[in-house]
C-alpha cells in the first residue's frame, strides 16, 4: 500500500471560499467581530465532484492508495480575524474534512487544522483537537509555529505554554505536521521562502529545546522535505556538537520525521543519502504548491512517487517504509489496511 502523509484539500467549492470571505470582510470592518459560525452548504455531490475530478483522480493516475488528508493550509489564515472567527472557520473546515473521509474511506483519512489565533494559549486548541480524534476519528493535526503570517510573534515551539497540548497529542497518539498558513509579511512569499523557512525554525526550535526530553513518546513531522534540514545536516550536527547537545541523530530523531515533498530527483536523492529511511515519509502535496510539469522530465513535478520509485540506492525494505510502513508507525491511529 502507498500512503501519501500530505495532502490538503485545495479544490473545495465555492461555497466554502464565499463563507471565509464574509468572515474576512467581517473582522476587516471590526477587528472584534464575533458573529455566528452559520453555515456551509454543500451536498454530497458537490464535495464527490470536487475529489473524483481531483485528487481521487491523481491518486489512480500515479499508483498511491491513501492520501492523508487536511484543511488547505495557505487558507488557515491563522493571522486574520480573532479566535472565535478561528474557531468558526476550523470547525467548519474540519467538518468538511470529515465529509469527504466518509465519502471516501479506502482513498483518505482526516488531519486536523487548530483554532490558532495571536495570542491565544495553545491550551485553548485542545477541544478542537479532542472533538476531532475522539469523536470524529482524526488522526493527526497541523501546528502553525507562527500565527502571524511571517512576522513570528508567538511564543517557540519549546516554550513551557505549549505543552498542555503536547501533552494532549501524547495521550491521543496523535502526531502533528508543522505547517505555517499564508504569509502576509511582503518580503516572504508563501509556498516558497515561508514554508521552507518555517520548516527549518520548527525544526531549530525543537533542537535547541527539552520537548523531546519531557516528551519522549511525542512525534512531528516536517514537511517539504525538512526545509533546508537535510541539506544543511552538517551544520546542524555542528551547531548540536558545539553547544553541547549532544548527538544530533539521537537528540531529534526519535520524534521528528521528514515528507518527501521535494519536487526534483536530486533533491529526493540527498534527503535519502542524509536523513535515515526510519524518518521518511512519502508525501507529494499534490494539487499544492507546485501543480505544474516539470520541461525536463515530462512529468508532473509534485508526481512524488516517481522519484522515490527511481532511486538507485533504495531496496524494496527501505521502499515499504517511505511508503507505508513509516506513516503506520507516525499515524498510530490509522487503521485502513
Known amino acids: 500500500?502507498?500512503?501519501?502523509?500530505?495532502?490538503?484539500?485545495?479544490?473545495?467549492?465555492?461555497?466554502?471560499?464565499?463563507?471565509?470571505?464574509?468572515?474576512?470582510?467581517?473582522?476587516?470592518?471590526?477587528?472584534?467581530?464575533?458573529?455566528?459560525k452559520g453555515q456551509i452548504d454543500l451536498s454530497d455531490e458537490q464535495l464527490r465532484e470536487s475529489i473524483e475530478q481531483n485528487q481521487l483522480r491523481l491518486q489512480k493516475e500515479r499508483g498511491t492508495d491513501l492520501t492523508i488528508f487536511s484543511p488547505r493550509a495557505s487558507w488557515m489564515g491563522h493571522h486574520l480575524g480573532n479566535a472565535h472567527t478561528s474557531r468558526f472557520w476550523t470547525e467548519h473546515q474540519n467538518d468538511i474534512i470529515r465529509r469527504i473521509c466518509d465519502l471516501f474511506p479506502e482513498n483518505f483519512a482526516p488531519v486536523a487544522q487548530l483554532?490558532?489565533?495571536p495570542g491565544l494559549s495553545p491550551k485553548d486548541l485542545i477541544p478542537e483537537l479532542e472533538r476531532c480524534v475522539n469523536e470524529m476519528g482524526f488522526i493527526g493535526c497541523n501546528l502553525?509555529?507562527?500565527?502571524?503570517?511571517?512576522?513570528?510573534?508567538?511564543?517557540?515551539?519549546?516554550?513551557?505554554?505549549?505543552?498542555?497540548?503536547?501533552e494532549k497529542m501524547v495521550e491521543l497518539d496523535v502526531p502533528a505536521m508543522i505547517h505555517v498558513s499564508e504569509a502576509c509579511n511582503p518580503c516572504v512569499t508563501t509556498t516558497g521562502s515561508y514554508y521552507l523557512?518555517?520548516?527549518?525554525?520548527?525544526?531549530?526550535?525543537?533542537?535547541?529545546s527539552d520537548v523531546f526530553k519531557d516528551f519522549p513518546e511525542i512525534k512531528f513531522i516536517i514537511p517539504h522535505g525538512g526545509g533546508a534540514v537535510p541539506y544543511h545536516w552538517g551544520r546542524f550536527r555542528g551547531i548540536a556538537q558545539d553547544k553541547g547537545l549532544g548527538n544530533l541523530q539521537e537528540r531529534?530523531?526519535?520524534?521528528?520525521?521528514?515528507?518527501t515533498c521535494v519536487y526534483h530527483q536530486p533533491g529526493i536523492d540527498m534527503l535519502l543519502e542524509?536523513?535515515?529511511?526510519?524518518?521518511?515519509?512519502?508525501?507529494?502535496?499534490?494539487?499544492?504548491?507546485?501543480?505544474?510539469?516539470?520541461?525536463?522530465?515530462?512529468?508532473?513535478?509534485?508526481?512524488?512517487?516517481?522519484?522515490?520509485?527511481?532511486?538507485?540506492?533504495?531496496n524494496d525494505i527501505d521502499r515499504q517504509k517511505i511508503f507505508e510502513g513509516n506513516a503506520r508507525k507516525v499515524f498510530s491511529r490509522l487503521k485502513t489496511v
Not at 502523509?5 to 467581530?33: I, M, N
Not at 502553525?144 to 503536547?166: A, R
Not at 523557512?197 to 535547541?208: E, G, I, L, S, V
Not at 516539470?294 to 520509485?309: A, N, Q
Open 1 to 36: 500500500m502507498i500512503i501519501d502523509c500530505h495532502g490538503h484539500y485545495t479544490t473545495f467549492p465555492q461555497e466554502v471560499a464565499d463563507y471565509r470571505a464574509q468572515q474576512k470582510k467581517a473582522v476587516l470592518a471590526d477587528p472584534s467581530y464575533i458573529g455566528e
Open 115 to 117: 483554532p490558532q489565533s
Open 144 to 166: 502553525n509555529p507562527d500565527t502571524s503570517g511571517g512576522s513570528w510573534k508567538d511564543v517557540p515551539l519549546s516554550d513551557k505554554s505549549w505543552y498542555p497540548f503536547y
Open 197 to 208: 523557512a518555517a520548516d527549518t525554525t520548527a525544526f531549530d526550535q525543537f533542537m535547541y
Open 252 to 259: 531529534v530523531l526519535n520524534n521528528i520525521y521528514f515528507d
Open 274 to 314: 542524509v536523513i535515515p529511511v526510519d524518518n521518511i515519509l512519502f508525501a507529494s502535496e499534490m494539487i499544492g504548491a507546485v501543480r505544474g510539469i516539470d520541461p525536463e522530465s515530462g512529468h508532473y513535478y509534485d508526481d512524488t512517487k516517481r522519484y522515490i520509485d527511481n532511486n538507485s540506492k533504495l
